[in-house]
């Protein structure tokens, strides 16, 4: 089983809310990564957490704010969002050690 | 240039031909490389990964060439079901130390379109 789940499937908000996006698994996996990708252009890495922590943040704007409660949970916490970061935010995940990354149906934010 | 470089296509195929995708990297100790597949406004899915040795999983054949820093994909036989993007990607970091994971990189993409 390589499921990787993600809620909600669509999101809309305004430019003053505040919402949060879910990755859940449930095979052991111990790296989680957040992605970004806009229509046409290949996924673009946000954040990275290794064992719970984070590891990598590629400078990414502090409106989005990861979090990872613990081994199968990471959340994607977004506030004062602006328009073009509309796109499908996927999560993803892989064993430790090894880089086959999994990723999950994705999250389709639309911010107005 | 670009880490990863994926001619773009699109191909357009008849079912039944045989399609090849091809894919450079520029980062010579790299060492682990994917090829997935991603059907529209859906999530990547990995169709395989590439071995030194080459390897083969029913119509598809995937080759790495280190010395030339190439990886290629051919799809025998296309089905109408295998019209997608299909992205070459590669782990830029050496599996041994360092933050190796989930800093994939990840070509443009190539779209094919199988018709009938």
């Known amino acids: 089983d390589t499921e990787v789940t993600q809620t909600p499937k669509h999101l809309v908000m305004g430019m003053t809310n505040k919402k949060s996006l879910k990755c859940e698994q449930h095979m052991g996996h111990r790296a989680m990564y957040w992605y970004k990708q806009k229509a046409k252009k290949p996924p673009e890495l946000m954040f990275v957490?290794?064992?719970?922590?984070?590891?990598i943040n590629e400078s990414v704007p502090s409106r989005f704010s990861p979090e990872c409660p613990n081994s199968s949970l990471l959340n994607l916490h977004l506030h004062a969002l602006q328009p073009e970061d509309s796109a499908l935010y996927l999560c993803?995940?892989?064993?430790?050690?090894?880089?086959?990354?999994?990723f999950g149906p994705g999250t389709r934010l639309l911010v107005l | 240039r670009k880490e990863v470089e994926q001619d773009p296509g699109p191909f357009n195929v008849p079912e039944g031909a045989t399609v090849a995708f091809n894919c450079t990297y520029s980062n010579s100790a790299s060492q682990s490389f994917f090829w997935y597949r991603q059907d529209c406004r859906k999530e990547p899915k990995l169709l395989m990964s590439?071995?030194?040795s080459g390897n083969e999983d029913g119509r598809f054949t995937a080759q790495l060439n280190r010395a030339s820093q190439y990886i290629s994909l051919l799809i025998r036989d296309s089905k109408l079901s295998d019209s997608a993007t299909y992205l070459c990607v590669v782990n830029p970091f050496p599996l041994a130390g360092g933050t190796s994971y989930g800093k994939l990189t990840f070509g443009q993409g190539t779209i094919l379109t199988v018709h009938p």
């Open positions: 590439v071995y030194s």
């Open positions: 993803a995940s892989a064993r430790a050690g090894r880089e086959t990354q999994y």
């Open positions: 957490y290794s064992y719970e922590k984070l590891s």
